[in-house]
C-alpha cells in the first residue's frame, strides 16, 4: 500500500494553505465551514476543533484550511501537515460513508425588484461569503460563476449564503430561461461540484470606496449605523436577492454612504426607494445623526 506523503503549498491568500498529497483524495470537491457539516469526515471533524481553523475546502489531491487570524501558519503548519499525514496512512480514505442515498436539492426561482436579476434560492448552504462576479475574465477562481458565464445570456453573478443572484442581458426573457438555469444549478449543487477555489480572495475594486471596511476601527456613531443596516436593513436587502455595505458617515454633513450589491445594484428602484427606506430608519433610530444617505451601485 502506498504511502501518503503530504507537501505545503501557499496560496495568493495569505490565511489559506494547502495540504497536498501524493494521491488522489477525492473525485470531487467540498467545502465545509464548521463541524457539523463535516459528518462523513472524521479528519476534517478533528481539524474544526482546532481553534484557528476558519474553513476547510477538500479537492482533488489537496486539504486546503483557512484560519482565523489569531495564529500564523509557520507557528502550525508543521504539526497540521503531520496530523494530516498520520491520519491519511492508518485510514483507507478521507471520508466516511453515513448515507448512500443522494442528498436531496431544491432550487427555486424568485423574482426581485430588478427586472434583469432573478434570485434562485436553494435548500443548501453554497458559501459564508458575498461572491460578487461582474463578468466572465473575473470568474477564474469562482467555479460555479465561471460555468454560469457559459451561458450567453448570463451578464453578472451574485452568490451568498444559499442563493444566487443572475443578471441577464436583453436577449431573452426569463421565462425562456429559468428553467434550464434552475436545473442547472439543482445538478450542480448535488454533485458537490466547487463554489470558489482554495486560492479564491474577494477582487479589490477599482474604486478605494468600495473597498471593505473594518467595523471595529470605526466611530460609535458609524457602529450604531452598522448595526442598524445588519439588523433592519441588510434582511430586507437579501431576500430580494441583494446585499448592502456601509461605506463611510460623514460627521459635519451627517452623510452615510452604503454600497448595494447583487439584484439592487442597477435596480431601476433601488436607488430611490431603497435609499428613502434606509434614510427613514436611520432618521428614526438616530436623530439628529443622519441627514441623508448616498446609494451607489456596487
Not at 496560496?11 to 483524495?25: G, R
Not at 460578487?132 to 473575473?138: A, G, M, Q
Not at 477582487?203 to 443596516?229: G, N, R
Not at 436577492?241 to 460627521?251: A, C, K, L, P
Request: charged share 25%; hydrophobic share 40%; with cysteine.
Amino acid at each position: 500500500m502506498q504511502q501518503t506523503t503530504i507537501s505545503i503549498e501557499n496560496t495568493p491568500n495569505e490565511t489559506i494553505i494547502k495540504f497536498v498529497a501524493n494521491k488522489l483524495l477525492t473525485n470531487g470537491s467540498v467545502e465545509y465551514h464548521n463541524v457539523d457539516e463535516a459528518k462523513n469526515s472524521t479528519l476534517v471533524q478533528q481539524l474544526f476543533h482546532l481553534p484557528f481553523v476558519k474553513k476547510v475546502f477538500v479537492s482533488a489531491n489537496f486539504i486546503a484550511i483557512e484560519r482565523f487570524n489569531i495564529v500564523e501558519w509557520n507557528d502550525v503548519q508543521e504539526e497540521l501537515k503531520t496530523v494530516i499525514e498520520n491520519y491519511l496512512n492508518k485510514h483507507e480514505g478521507l471520508f466516511t460513508k453515513i448515507d448512500t442515498k443522494p442528498s436531496l436539492v431544491e432550487v427555486y426561482a424568485e423574482s426581485t425588484p430588478n427586472p434583469a436579476v432573478m434570485k434562485f434560492v436553494t435548500n443548501k448552504l453554497i458559501t459564508s461569503e458575498n461572491i460578487e462576479v461582474l463578468n466572465s475574465e473575473d470568474a477564474n477562481e469562482v467555479p460555479l460563476a465561471k460555468a454560469l458565464f457559459d451561458f450567453p445570456f448570463v451578464d453578472q453573478v451574485f452568490i451568498s449564503e444559499n442563493y444566487i443572484s443572475i443578471t441577464k442581458n436583453g436577449s431573452v426573457e426569463w421565462f425562456e430561461i429559468t428553467t434550464s438555469l434552475r436545473d442547472f444549478m439543482k445538478e450542480y449543487i448535488r454533485e458537490s461540484r466547487p463554489v470558489i477555489t482554495a486560492d479564491y480572495r474577494p477582487k479589490k475594486a477599482a474604486i478605494p470606496e468600495f473597498e471593505p471596511v473594518d467595523i471595529e476601527i470605526l466611530d460609535d456613531i458609524s457602529q450604531e449605523i452598522v448595526a442598524i443596516l445588519d439588523e433592519y436593513i441588510k434582511p430586507a436587502v437579501t431576500s430580494d436577492g441583494g446585499n448592502i455595505m456601509f461605506q463611510s458617515y460623514h460627521t459635519e454633513s451627517k452623510t452615510v454612504n452604503v454600497v448595494l450589491q447583487g439584484a439592487c445594484s442597477g435596480c431601476p428602484s433601488s436607488t430611490v426607494t431603497l435609499k428613502n427606506g434606509i434614510e427613514a430608519t436611520l432618521k428614526q433610530l438616530l436623530p439628529n445623526k443622519v441627514e441623508e444617505v448616498i446609494a451607489i451601485n456596487g
